[in-house]
């Protein structure tokens, strides 16, 4: 089995050829994977952001496992895409990730690539946080090594402003009572 980023991955479980044409040509204009689930222990084992399904193949089962992977999910990093009405009743957890769309797939291009979209912003957004963490943690062990920081040499290697690195000790400041720290310079305005 391939290596598969939850990211750009969207399982399906479908016999409508005109899905499949659709994601082919998605797949043609983005970095869209998708794949189509044989198993139905694959709507667990491959992570994705998106599941389609048909809803004249769902199952005891399907919902079953659906069950199983909503729990462990933020509601806005995975949608079930639903074609057609289900003929089964759906849970309410499971309600909530699921979109239904009629036979002709429309809105299905717009659904991907909002939700594709909204994965990448969160996905940029844990990464600066991520970067953040790191550069204030950096300070912090920096200072108790050296409490004297240059300011200029600082900002470079992080590539930040005068004004994020004042917020930085601020922030290490309101934490820790007992931090201290001295500056080769003063603060430019």
Not at 136 to 156: A, F, G, M, P, W
Request: one cysteine or more; aromatic letters at 8%.
């Amino acid at each position: 089995m391939n290596q598969f980023n939850k990211e750009n991955t969207i399982l399906i479980y479908s016999k409508n050829e005109l899905l499949i044409e659709q994601l082919k040509t998605i797949k043609s204009e983005s970095d869209i994977e998708y794949y189509e689930v044989t198993k139905i222990e694959d709507f667990i084992a491959v992570p994705s952001f998106l599941i389609i399904v048909d809803s004249n193949l769902l199952n005891e089962k399907i919902l079953e496992d659906f069950n199983q992977i909503v729990p462990y999910e933020q509601i806005n990093e995975l949608s079930i895409v639903l074609i057609g009405a289900p003929h089964l009743k759906l849970d309410s957890s499971i309600k909530k990730y699921t979109i239904i769309i009629n036979e002709k797939l429309e809105g299905l291009d717009k659904i991907i690539m909002n939700k594709k979209d909204f994965i990448r912003q969160q996905s940029n957004r844990q990464s600066l946080m991520l970067q953040k963490y790191r550069r204030i943690i950096n300070l912090y062990v920096s200072t108790l090594k050296n409490r004297q920081l240059d300011i200029d040499k600082y900002c470079e290697e992080n590539q930040v402003t005068e004004r994020t690195l004042r917020r930085d000790i601020k922030l290490l400041k309101d934490i820790y009572t007992d931090f201290h720290i001295y500056l080769n310079r003063s603060w430019t305005k």
